[in-house]
């Protein structure tokens, strides 16, 4: 079936879509989590051909001054598409299109963000979309999401996104490249896993009221199923340290080497359960729930890849670490005694580089 405005075939006799969908199929969906070791939480999203990586920085104080907000912190998404993103070479810098979907990320972050934890500060959010294949606001919000439960940033819930739309007079789900291109309408749409409360919507093109309503629920539907891929990204990420044992797997050989060492020569002390925990108060409650229950047999390791986060926080202003208390508050956690973090945040820094002689 050709669309009606373009003679480009974009269903075809069997249903089936240019690569091979149904009408109600997300492309494939892969979420690594904790890629960049000098941000305090990222990720890296792979949605069909799209290629998303997100890298938070906060919460730290904003700039220009004039920007803080006394009462609460702000959320500033950047979203931009490289160069090589698209097929023909994209002016680099902030276009309009960019400066809106900013605005639109930020805004939709906002609402899930514990902003008055931490006032005055700001807490970044680098989109970079590498390799764009339409949807990439959506892929965007979504990474973002984890890359902020990855940081630690104190979150009602996650995000997640997805952009159905209406192709050859069909109503069909996470359009595809072309289908943005020639299609008849383009509704992205983000919403709270848990609440269900919309978060981002836009709409390009035109719907009856009745196709509206049923894109709504496609979106609603496959949103979950995008929220399911974010939580289980982020517990394949934490439960990998307590079960193996094993030091980041990112982390450059060296480093391994001096986690090993530390590991021989140092007993674990009782403190170290609470980087451990601290961590975990991070993260969505759900995402981290299978975790809790086992009662990890390696605090230790647990402790160890989470130092090059923990080990920022001194520097970072006050808020961050009641952010990090928030969770608790909410009784999800047994609550850690402020001393035994205290504690615990110095032998970290020992097995930093710098220390790992001593
Ligand atoms: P989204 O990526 O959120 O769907 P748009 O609907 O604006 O946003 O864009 C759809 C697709 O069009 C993008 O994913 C990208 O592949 C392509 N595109 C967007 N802007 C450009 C550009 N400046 N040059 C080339 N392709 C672009």
Same mark, same amino acid.
């Given at each position: 079936?050709?669309?009606?405005?373009?003679?480009?075939?974009?269903?075809?006799?069997?249903?089936?879509?240019?690569?091979?969908?149904?009408?109600?199929?997300?492309?494939?969906?892969?979420?690594?989590?904790?890629?960049?070791?000098?941000?305090?939480?990222?990720?890296?999203?792979?949605?069909?051909?799209?290629?998303?990586?997100?890298?938070?920085?906060?919460?730290?104080?904003?700039?220009?001054?004039?920007?803080?907000n006394?009462?609460?912190?702000?959320?500033?998404?950047?979203?931009?598409?490289?160069?090589?993103?698209?097929?023909?070479?994209?002016?680099?810098?902030?276009?309009?299109?960019?400066?809106?979907?900013?605005?639109l990320?930020?805004? @939709? =972050?906002?609402?899930?963000?514990?902003?008055?934890?931490?006032?005055?500060?700001?807490?970044?959010?680098?989109?970079?979309?590498?390799?764009?294949?339409?949807?990439?606001?959506?892929?965007? =919000?979504?990474?973002?999401?984890?890359?902020?439960?990855d940081?630690?940033?104190?979150?009602?819930?996650?995000?997640?996104?997805? @952009?159905?739309?209406?192709?050859?007079?069909?109503?069909?789900?996470?359009?595809?490249?072309?289908?943005?291109?020639?299609?008849q309408?383009?509704?992205?749409?983000?919403?709270?896993?848990?609440?269900?409360?919309?978060?981002?919507?836009?709409?390009?093109?035109? =719907?009856?009221?009745?196709?509206?309503?049923?894109?709504?629920?496609?979106?609603?539907?496959?949103?979950?199923?995008?929220?399911?891929i974010?939580? @289980?990204?982020?517990?394949?990420?934490?439960?990998?340290?307590?079960?193996?044992?094993?030091?980041?797997?990112?982390?450059?050989?060296?480093?391994?080497k001096?986690?090993?060492?530390?590991?021989?020569?140092?007993?674990?002390?009782?403190?170290?359960?609470?980087p451990?925990?601290?961590?975990?108060?991070?993260?969505?409650?759900?995402?981290?729930?299978?975790?809790?229950?086992?009662?990890?047999?390696?605090?230790?390791?647990?402790?160890?890849?989470?130092?090059?986060?923990? @080990?920022?926080?001194?520097?970072?202003?006050k808020?961050?670490?009641?952010?990090?208390e928030?969770?608790?508050?909410?009784?999800?956690?047994?609550?850690?005694?402020?001393?035994?973090?205290?504690?615990?945040?110095?032998?970290?820094?020992?097995?930093?580089?710098?220390?790992?002689?001593?």
């Amino acid at each position: 079936m050709s669309d009606p405005y373009t003679d480009v075939q974009l269903i075809d006799k069997k249903g089936l879509r240019l690569d091979g969908r149904k009408l109600d199929e997300l492309r494939p969906i892969k979420i690594e989590v904790g890629v960049l070791k000098r941000a305090d939480g990222s990720c890296y999203l792979e949605w069909g051909e799209n290629k998303v990586i997100v890298g938070v920085y906060g919460p730290r104080e904003v700039h220009p001054r004039h920007m803080q907000n006394p009462m609460r912190g702000i959320v500033q998404a950047r979203y931009n598409m490289v160069s090589f993103s698209v097929s023909e070479r994209k002016r680099p810098g902030p276009d309009r299109r960019s400066s809106e979907i900013s605005k639109l990320l930020s805004e @939709a =972050l906002e609402h899930v963000v514990l902003t008055d934890r931490f006032p005055r500060t700001t807490v970044d959010v680098y989109i970079e979309v590498v390799q764009a294949s339409a949807g990439t606001r959506c892929a965007g =919000l979504t990474a973002a999401s984890v890359a902020l439960a990855d940081a630690g940033i104190p979150m009602r819930d996650l995000i997640a996104s997805v @952009a159905s739309g209406k192709v050859g007079d069909k109503l069909v789900l996470d359009l595809g490249q072309k289908e943005d291109n020639f299609g008849q309408a383009d509704v992205p749409f983000a919403m709270v896993g848990r609440t269900g409360e919309v978060v981002l919507l836009q709409m390009d093109g035109h =719907l009856t009221i009745e196709e509206f309503d049923t894109i709504m629920e496609m979106n609603r539907k496959a949103s979950l199923e995008v929220y399911e891929i974010q939580k @289980a990204a982020l517990q394949d990420r934490y439960s990998s340290f307590t079960e193996e044992g094993e030091a980041e797997p990112d982390a450059p050989e060296e480093e391994k080497k001096d986690e090993k060492k530390e590991k021989k020569s140092s007993p674990p002390p009782k403190a170290d359960k609470e980087p451990k925990d601290a961590k975990e108060s991070k993260e969505p409650k759900d995402a981290k729930k299978p975790e809790d229950a086992k009662k990890p047999k390696e605090p230790k390791d647990a402790k160890e890849s989470k130092e090059p986060k923990d @080990a920022k926080k001194p520097e970072e202003p006050k808020e961050p670490k009641d952010a990090k208390e928030e969770p608790k508050a909410k009784g999800e956690k047994a609550p850690v005694p402020e001393e035994m973090v205290e504690e615990a945040i110095p032998e970290k820094d020992d097995k930093g580089p710098a220390g790992g002689d001593e």
